[in-house]
């Protein structure tokens, strides 16, 4: 079979579709990459970029984490990559190579293009395609809603679908037909006195439709209790050994409500998931 992006006038979606039923993704519980690649006919290669890519390519405000060459009809990704990270590397990759309108000779993305935020488009169609892929398409959103939104259950998908707990609490926020919000804190504490305590506050918030419609899309400022702190980064702690509290927000409309908020932690990052105490 020969792929040629550029006679496909389909969706994505459909994309996805197709790519996961030929790669034999039915009865898997997570995606396999080298599948999808040998759908596609594409090589994958790990170089050491920083050492043997050239000083224009490496002279970026964040690492190269990925490369295709689309003639070649190679993907690359750096060697330091962990396994999660090369995984959606490899994704992120695939989206370029099948998206008809994403067809150029070489694309080298970095930290900041693969990350949630960037706001360059082409790199948030290949992060939205790669992360649809990562989580089986509608398999994940089907499952996430018959589950508890939970730190317990960020856990145990983050496992099943081999992703990070990062990047399961925000695909569990988008795809809940519940209302719930994420919070994402990092330490933000002084750098020069290592005796100062730590404080954690907001990084990001993302927030499901439903929660965003009926109480708002964001918080301007949020700051982690600095003694729930110390609970959830207690060596050894479980992630899914979450602790809650009730807390009162005022919403978008000037009402206060009350919020069941549940702390946990990836040792990387804090997170808070929101949700109506009533729900």
């Known amino acids: 079979m020969e792929f040629k992006a550029s006679y496909l006038e389909i969706e994505p979606r459909e994309l996805i579709e197709f790519l996961l039923r030929e790669s034999g993704h039915a009865d898997r519980e997570a995606v396999n990459p080298k599948s999808i690649l040998d759908v596609l006919r594409l090589e994958h290669v790990t170089a050491n970029f920083a050492a043997e890519l050239p000083p224009e390519l490496t002279q970026r405000s964040t690492p190269v984490r990925g490369m295709l060459s689309y003639r070649d009809r190679i993907v690359a990704t750096d060697i330091n990559l962990n396994g999660m990270r090369a995984r ?3 994704l992120h990759e695939v989206a370029h190579y099948v998206l008809p309108t994403h067809q150029h000779a070489l694309y080298v993305c970095d930290e900041t293009g ?3 935020r960037t706001r360059v488009t082409i790199e948030q169609e290949a992060n939205a395609f790669a992360a649809d892929l990562l ?4 398999r994940f959103t089907s499952e996430v809603n018959s589950r508890p939104l939970t730190a317990a259950t960020i856990k145990l998908l983050a496992q099943k679908y081999q992703a990070s707990f990062e990047a399961t609490a925000r695909r569990m926020i988008e795809r809940s037909l519940r209302p719930c919000m994420l919070v994402v804190c990092d330490n933000t504490g002084s750098r020069v006195d290592p005796d100062a305590q730590p404080v954690w506050s907001k990084k990001y918030t993302i ?3 439903p929660f965003r419609t009926k109480y708002f899309s ?23 050994d979450s602790v809650t509290h009730e807390v009162t927000i005022r919403t978008a409309t000037g009402t206060d409500a009350r919020f069941r908020a549940e702390f946990f932690s990836n040792t990387y990052s804090i997170f808070c998931l929101l949700r109506p105490t009533a729900n």
């Open 207 to 209: 927030a499901s439709v």
């Open 88 to 90: 959606f590397s490899v």
């Open 114 to 116: 693969m990350s949630f």
């Open 218 to 240: 964001h918080l301007h400022s949020a700051v982690i209790p600095p003694d729930v702190a110390a609970q959830v980064l207690a060596p050894g702690r479980d992630i899914a």
């Open 135 to 138: 989580f089986l398409g509608d």
